[in-house]
């Protein structure tokens, strides 16, 4: 039995009231190659290495004139480094030969992009114009799976498409980031704090403990 979608709601706004894309950008490119480096990799190694990224490479036009080893010394500290240079290159020459330099912000003008899947191209148009949706992460893939909301296996565009069949679309971009503060802070994927989880008696716990009384 899954918690209820509206008393999860009021719980997560209580507990993190300011939660927002970790990730640090200030224009659509930025936020597009910011997010494509996060696949596989946490923000906080992301946010360490765009800085000088940006600022060697502040627009499409200037990184779509390099070549993927130029990139490399920027990103090396970021997981799959080498096949997101490439990406982050053709990304950047589609960018130029097909849209004047400028990020589309439509989403299926998105996913044609190279390296640019679903959840990329819906964080992105979620953070720069508000488009309602409810990308999936890991921390949400585990989430909804703990609060039963979503059955364990499915792929991450068929749990946002759960999700989003649930909860109210006026809350999907701030529950998108409330889901992911819960997933790191409380719930994580090794040894969850259910003591100070707000919800008590959710699937997962129930499971965990009937398993744990078996084996005594």
């Not at 502040?58 to 240079?85: C, F, H, W």
């Not at 004047?100 to 998105?110: A, I, Y």
Request: with cysteine; glycine share 4%.
């Amino acid at each position: 039995m899954r918690i209820d979608p509206f008393f999860l709601i009021k719980e997560l706004e209580s507990l993190y009231p300011e939660a927002k894309c970790s990730l640090d950008f200030h224009n659509a490119f930025e936020a597009l190659v910011s997010v494509a480096l996060s696949a596989q990799a946490t923000d906080k190694s992301v946010n360490l290495a765009t800085p000088s990224l940006f600022a060697r490479y502040p627009n499409a036009t200037e990184m779509a004139k390099a070549e993927p080893v130029d990139l490399i010394p920027y990103i090396r500290s970021i997981g799959l480094y080498q096949n997101k240079a490439k990406n982050l290159v053709a990304l950047s020459r589609a960018l130029v030969k097909d849209h004047n330099g400028e990020v589309p912000l439509d989403f299926d003008t998105l996913i044609s992009l190279p390296g640019v899947g679903k959840k990329t191209a819906g964080v992105v148009l979620a953070e720069i114009i508000q488009r309602p949706a409810m990308p999936v992460d890991t921390h949400i893939t585990r989430v909804s799976y703990r609060l039963g909301y979503t059955k364990e296996g499915l792929d991450a565009y068929k749990i946002e498409k759960k999700l989003e069949s649930i909860f109210p679309m006026e809350k999907w971009i701030p529950l998108h980031h409330r889901f992911i503060a819960f997933g790191r802070d409380i719930c994580h994927a090794k040894k969850p704090e259910c003591g100070r989880c707000p919800f008590a008696m959710c699937p997962y716990l129930k499971k965990a403990s009937s398993t744990a009384s078996k084996k005594r």
